[in-house]
C-alpha cells in the first residue's frame, strides 16, 4: 500500500531524482519557463516555491540551505538576487502550470511550467 506515499518516483534512485529536480530548478531560474511533462512539472512546483520562499528571507542561513539544495552558489544567487525579491509582497503561488498537447512520439502529457 502506498499510505502517505506523495512523492513521484519517475522509476529512479533518490540521487536520481533529487539530480533530476535540480536540473529542472535550473533550467526554470535560467529561462523563466520550460517545458516538460506533467508529472515532472507537478512534481517541481512544490520543490521550488519552497526554496523561493526560503530565499525571500536572505539570511545567511537560508542562503546556505539553498546552496545546500540546489548544488552550486551561483544557483544559489541567482534565485536570492533575481527570483526572490520579485514575489517579497506574495503569499505563495509563484509558478503556473499550463498543460500542453501530448507528446507526438510516446503520448506523454506534457505541459508548461513558469514564473508568475
Known amino acids: ?34 517545458t516538460t511533462t506533467e508529472a515532472k512539472a507537478k512534481e517541481l512546483r512544490p520543490y521550488i516555491e519552497k526554496l523561493i520562499t526560503t530565499g525571500r528571507k536572505g539570511t545567511l542561513a537560508s542562503t546556505r540551505f539553498l546552496i545546500a539544495q540546489l548544488g552550486t552558489v551561483a544557483r544559489a544567487m541567482k534565485l536570492t538576487r533575481d527570483v526572490a525579491p520579485k514575489y517579497t509582497e506574495r503569499k505563495g503561488g509563484y509558478t503556473r ?6 507528446r507526438t512520439i510516446d503520448g506523454s502529457p506534457m505541459a508548461l511550467i513558469e514564473f508568475v
Do not use: W, Y
Open 1 to 34: 500500500m502506498r499510505h502517505h506515499n506523495v512523492n513521484r518516483k519517475f522509476g529512479r534512485e533518490t540521487d536520481q531524482r533529487r539530480a533530476l529536480l535540480r536540473s529542472l530548478t535550473e533550467g526554470l531560474l535560467t529561462h523563466g519557463r520550460i
Open 97 to 102: 502550470i499550463i498543460k500542453l498537447p501530448k
